[in-house]
């Protein structure tokens, strides 16, 4: 299940920006942080797969949604220009930003890269 937040979920969660200059996870899970819109269709289209990611990763990755349109100051601190953008967190080491509506492969692909986390086998 995917978790809606606002900028202060973010300080606690993620990242307090407002007391740390240098970034620091606050987080015992990877994440991954879909800043997005209501009136985005990309967005929406990726939203479903997002949902499906959280279960297939549930308990190994948390992934949380930043309404832009609700938290500017949160988006405009991290220089959202484009949505979707998609905020991939490591437990250690820097954040990795990607944009668009990526397809369910590329998001497997990309939480095996900076996450290294295989693709969970899905029973049938």
Request: net charge negative; with cysteine; charged share 30%.
């Amino acid at each position: 299940m995917t978790e809606k937040i606002t900028k202060q979920d973010f300080l606690e969660k993620v990242f307090n920006y407002e007391k740390n200059k240098d970034w620091h996870y606050e987080g015992d899970v990877p994440c991954i942080i879909d800043f997005w819109a209501e009136w985005c269709a990309p967005c929406r289209m990726v939203g479903p797969v997002l949902e499906e990611l959280s279960e297939e990763y549930k308990g190994k990755l948390r992934i949380y949604k930043v309404n832009t349109e609700e938290e500017q100051e949160l988006a405009g601190a991290f220089g959202i220009r484009s949505i979707p953008s998609l905020l991939f967190v490591p437990v250690d080491g820097k954040p990795q930003m990607a944009t668009g509506a990526l397809p369910k492969e590329s998001f497997q692909q990309a939480i095996n890269d900076i996450f290294n986390l295989p693709k969970p086998e899905v029973a049938n």
